[in-house]
């Protein structure tokens, strides 16, 4: 089992262009979190999704972002028209059943927007 | 609203000496405490959680609802201990969601 898996792992977008970060969860896990981390700050949630669901997305900015996790293929979250302000590291967490301690995290995408 | 404070950014000790990184939090209902750990150059992972109240690699943490703390303590710090810790609330019905703390970056010198 590979855990969860995040890529790509550095991304670099110029402002105004678009970021689609990918997150497969842990086999077996049915359950993806989105957390942004922001230098000098901790992990912001942003948001959580079940299969073809979004469960909540009171973390996720109103404009530009969305995120989506279909019945195939990994969970993607998008950044439309990025600024400087979205360079972060964007990390992924999946879990079984939605306990918050079943929790595992990938290894991140740092996204760099110049 | 769920809230979690690590006063400290970095924790700057010597190899042998005691730890204690502090975690405080507010919460109205009844919370599952827990602390992350990540090593540098890798993934952030569960260190230990307040239910179970175990000792993982020497350190431990209580929950103490009257102080509304869950500090993480480890009596003698060795150099691999040297991470970044967050501390995290869950609430324990409804919504399982954690929320994190900023993180203390703890510094073992030789």
């Known amino acids: 089992n590979a855990g969860v898996m995040q890529n790509p792992r550095h991304l670099v977008r110029r402002r105004g262009q678009e970021a689609r970060l990918r997150c497969s969860p842990m086999k077996g896990h049915s359950h993806v979190y989105w957390y942004r981390q922001l230098p000098e700050e901790g992990l912001k949630f942003m948001v959580y999704?079940?299969?073809?669901?979004?469960?909540?997305e009171s973390g996720m900015p109103k404009e530009r972002f969305s995120a989506e996790f279909p019945k195939e293929g990994p969970s993607i979250l998008r950044i439309q028209q990025v600024v400087r302000g979205d360079s972060a590291a964007y990390f992924c967490a999946s879990s079984y059943s939605g306990e918050g301690y079943g929790y595992t995290f990938g290894s991140g995408t740092r996204l760099t927007v110049v | 609203a769920q809230r979690v404070t690590q006063p400290e950014k970095l924790l700057s000790v010597f190899k042998g000496a005691p730890v204690e990184l502090k975690c405080n939090y507010s919460y109205s209902g009844s919370p599952e405490l827990f602390w992350y750990v990540q090593y540098s150059r890798q993934r952030l992972q569960l260190l230990l959680r307040h239910i179970s109240r175990e000792s993982i690699k020497g350190f431990t943490a209580d929950l103490n609802k009257g102080e509304t703390s869950f500090h993480l303590k480890k009596p003698f710090a060795q150099e691999e201990d040297s991470a970044m810790y967050y501390c995290a609330l869950s609430s324990s019905g409804g919504s399982y969601i954690p929320t994190f703390g900023r993180g203390t970056s703890l510094i073992v010198h030789p």
């Open positions: 999704l079940q299969k073809e669901n979004i469960i909540d």
